[in-house]
């Protein structure tokens, strides 16, 4: 009775975990900080980036990318978003993402952004000529700010930073808004009403 | 009887008579009909098994609703509802004191939490307890996690959220990381009975001003707890009924030994019913005897009623004992390669058989032990008894005031026997040598081996020679082994005998004499002999010593992940 009772929870338990997943990669691109998913404006993950950071006008999020690079180490909590890119050529980590409502700019230099809605500024912090390139983005809109801390060990800084800069981008929190409103038949708002624009 | 005789065949073509009934003569035996609940039945009570089925019946219907888009936005709505409704009534005073209950799932509350019911599982010595506490934390921090990943579930929609938060909402990790605690400390701290019953309600009501200090700071939705609760109470009561119920590991305060079952309370019962069913014998006490002498099994002495009373020796056995038995041997394997049979047993009834078949062929071999009178079942799979003849005028070797010429031929004339016999009993021990009216009993037969290597019977040897030089002289044991023995046979057996080969309680023996008698009976012998090397290696032995670490790191490395996660470290 006991064993039978066991192996009917675990099934249970099993048949619970296989009833929500969506198969394969699907399943971890619905986990990702993804700009868009399955035609929408988001993923799961982008409302809990939203949460973390409710003052927030863009979330950063990745649009696609290139061949050898990948995501991990994603960590949402209230004030602060953080996630990395990997790369296969200029290492694990070589980009830390970075959502908070303020940072600190430091000696970075203004520079044209490559994002409506954002200013972009930029830091070079240190350059071991072949070796080793140590620099910052910072894209600053109105409640928020997204940092990338680069960390390219590799003789190339040019064309990773291309890469880079092409695979981020941002979803507006309005695009967000309508996208949970569109799930939930405007039933539930992302925002408090207060907040709501 | 003597040593040397042997038991006579049954005549060809007559009946079996069978020896005489020794221990049925009062009342007779029972058949258990079918359908009638065992001596000890085991159960996970009536509580137990609703939250198995409630948990697992809440998971899956858990996962139909939020797999489904239409059912999955009537719980976030219902969520929104909820928490909208307690943020529409707060205050400053009322946030105030939220954020101070909110300190119940703070990582600093759930870590003193679990340090210090951990430390006190430590002093009291309770490790099944504490495992098993481990094990369900683990459990409920690592299913939360994994549900958590799979769910991918919002905070709460539509509100401001006052708390601190981090990850998806569901399950929530607070609730169920203190609620996992609590229960953990209660089933393991706690004595059942009014105590414990006290704990459930305060646990309930802790848990609850959580849970609503949570939806009022918005930081949780009403689903997200109500199923942190379920998990985080079913895993712990589950693993705790079942591992650790309390018949069987009873949550005391009384001093004695962890290492032996309790034989009080219902196992008692169960017990005295069980031999008087099984074995038909009017019981009239049974108490634990000689406990010091034995960790593989708790060893009894039944008093029966009769005129006059006698007594029987028993000893139980349950699944503690069979788990014991397979790290014993599985650490003899890492240790030392495959010395000689290490497969272990599968269940506590194979164990139970072991001894009974040892016992009866030791005793039919004319080796003088004790009679065996059979198993008796306490919990099908679980908990079984050997019972024997109980020597109740015997002394134990390492007690007598004098070993003589006489008990030194005895125990000499037993491995005579038992080499003869082509048996082994690999445990000769000073606990494991009776005296009684000047004789020689050997008993605890239950590592007995059939048709051992020459080199297990030679240990058997050196070790019986070394426990009867412990109450005399190693030349006077070499004396009167070279009666019964060679000097070749002699020193193969100090040969084959070194630290590990000797029980502990006979190195203890000799560590406490101050005495190296192993090294007195190398001097005597005509040449110093070439240690017989006992490691084995093997690419077996190999492989099993890299799977061994490689699975303690995993475990190690995946106990340390949730652990941290759930903000335990």
Redesign the interface.
């Known amino acids: 009775?006991?064993r039978r009772?066991?192996l009917?929870?675990t099934?249970?338990?099993v048949?619970?975990?296989?009833?929500?997943?969506p198969s394969g990669s699907s399943f971890t691109e619905?986990?990702e900080p993804s700009c868009r998913y399955q035609g929408r404006e988001g993923t799961?993950?982008m409302?809990?980036v939203a949460?973390a950071v409710?003052t927030a006008s863009q979330l950063p999020c990745v649009e696609l990318l290139p061949a050898g690079w990948s995501v991990s180490d994603v960590?949402?909590?209230?004030g602060r978003v953080r996630f990395a890119l990997n790369s296969d050529r200029v290492g694990q980590g070589a980009v830390q993402v970075v959502l908070q409502q303020f940072c600190t700019l430091g000696k970075a230099t203004r520079v044209p952004s490559d994002h409506p809605g954002t200013r972009r500024y930029q830091e070079v912090i240190s350059i071991e000529p072949g070796k080793r390139y140590l620099g910052a983005l910072y894209y600053l809109f109105p409640g928020g700010c997204v940092t990338y801390r680069l960390d390219f060990r590799s003789d190339e800084q040019a064309r990773p930073l291309g890469e880079v800069t092409l695979a981020l981008g941002f979803v507006t929190r309005d695009a967000l808004r309508e996208t949970?409103s569109e799930?939930?038949?405007g039933?539930?708002?992302?925002?408090?009403?207060?907040?709501a624009q | 009887m003597e040593p040397t005789a042997q038991r006579p065949s049954f005549p060809a073509g007559e009946p079996v008579a069978g020896r005489p009934q020794r221990v049925s003569a009062l009342g007779g035996q029972r058949r258990r009909p079918s359908g009638e609940a065992p001596p000890l039945p085991?159960p996970?009570n009536r509580s137990g098994?609703i939250w198995?089925?409630a948990?697992?019946?809440i998971?899956?219907l858990?996962?139909?609703l939020?797999?489904n888009?239409g059912t999955a936005?009537r719980v976030?709505?219902l969520d929104?509802a909820v928490v909208a409704w307690f943020?529409g009534m707060r205050t400053g005073l009322g946030t105030d004191v939220m954020q101070t209950v909110h300190a119940l799932g703070s990582r600093w509350t759930v870590r003193v939490l679990f340090w210090s019911t951990l430390a006190a599982l430590v002093v009291l010595r309770r490790f099944r307890h504490l495992f098993v506490f481990l094990g369900a934390t683990l459990a409920v921090t690592a299913?939360t996690g994994?549900?958590a990943?799979?769910?991918?579930?919002?905070?709460p929609?539509?509100?401001?959220?006052l708390?601190?938060?981090?990850?998806?909402a569901n399950p929530s990790r607070p609730v169920a990381a203190l609620t996992a605690i609590l229960m953990g400390g209660l089933y393991s701290l706690a004595p059942a009975g009014r105590l414990r019953q006290l704990g459930k309600p305060v646990i309930a009501v802790l848990v609850t001003c959580l849970a609503v200090s949570l939806l009022y700071l918005g930081e949780n939705g009403l689903s997200d707890v109500l199923i942190a609760a379920v998990i985080a109470v079913t895993i712990p009561l589950v693993a705790f009924r079942?591992i650790t119920p309390g018949e069987v590991f009873p949550v005391t305060y009384h001093r004695g030994s962890s290492a032996h079952l309790d034989v009080g309370g219902r196992r008692g019962q169960a017990i005295h019913r069980a031999l008087e069913d099984q074995l038909g014998v009017q019981v009239a006490e049974v108490k634990p005897f000689g406990l010091s002498g034995s960790a593989g099994s708790t060893p009894l002495r039944v008093k029966v009623k009769g005129e006059p009373e006698t007594w029987l020796f028993a000893k139980l056995y349950a699944g503690s004992h069979l788990r014991s038995d397979r790290w014993y041997k599985l650490g003899r394997t890492l240790l030392y390669g495959r010395l000689e049979d290490e497969k272990p047993f599968n269940t506590v009834r194979r164990l139970v058989q072991q001894e009974d078949y040892a016992l009866r062929l030791m005793y039919g071999a004319g080796v003088r032990s004790p009679e065996p009178f059979g198993i008796v079942e306490i919990t099908p799979e679980r908990e079984y008894m050997v019972v024997t003849e109980f020597f109740d005028d015997a002394k134990e070797i390492g007690d007598v005031e004098e070993v003589d010429d006489h008990i030194i031929d005895d125990g000499l004339r037993i491995i005579r026997r038992l080499w003869d016999a082509g048996l082994a009993h690999r445990d000769i021990k000073p606990a494991n040598l009776l005296v009684r009216q000047g004789r020689v009993h050997l008993i605890d037969v239950f590592f007995a081996e059939v048709r051992p290597s020459p080199w297990r019977q030679a240990v058997d040897l050196a070790n019986m020679m070394l426990v009867l030089a412990t109450r005399s002289s190693c030349e006077q044991v070499y004396g009167r082994a070279r009666l019964q023995f060679n000097d070749d046979e002699i020193t193969e057996a100090f040969a084959a005998t070194s630290g590990i080969t000797m029980p502990s309680q006979l190195r203890r023996t000799m560590r406490d004499q101050g005495r190296d008698l192993h090294a007195g009976f190398l001097r005597l012998l005509p040449q110093w002999p070439r240690p017989i090397a006992i490691q084995r290696w093997s690419i077996r032995r190999v492989g099993l010593m890299a799977g061994v670490v490689l699975l303690a790191l995993l475990v190690l490395l995946t106990a340390l992940n949730s652990f941290a996660s759930a903000g335990l470290l």
């Open positions: 009775m006991r009772l066991l009917l929870a099934a249970l338990l048949l619970a975990g296989c009833g929500v997943a619905a986990r799961a993950l409302v809990l949460q409710p960590f949402v909590r209230n949970i799930f939930t038949d039933k539930v708002p992302l925002d408090p009403p207060s907040e | 085991r996970l098994r198995l089925v948990a697992g019946g998971l899956v858990w996962a139909g939020i797999s888009q936005v976030l709505e929104h943020a299913l994994l549900l990943y799979i769910f991918v579930w919002p905070r929609l539509g509100v401001v959220i708390g601190d938060w981090s990850g998806y079942m």
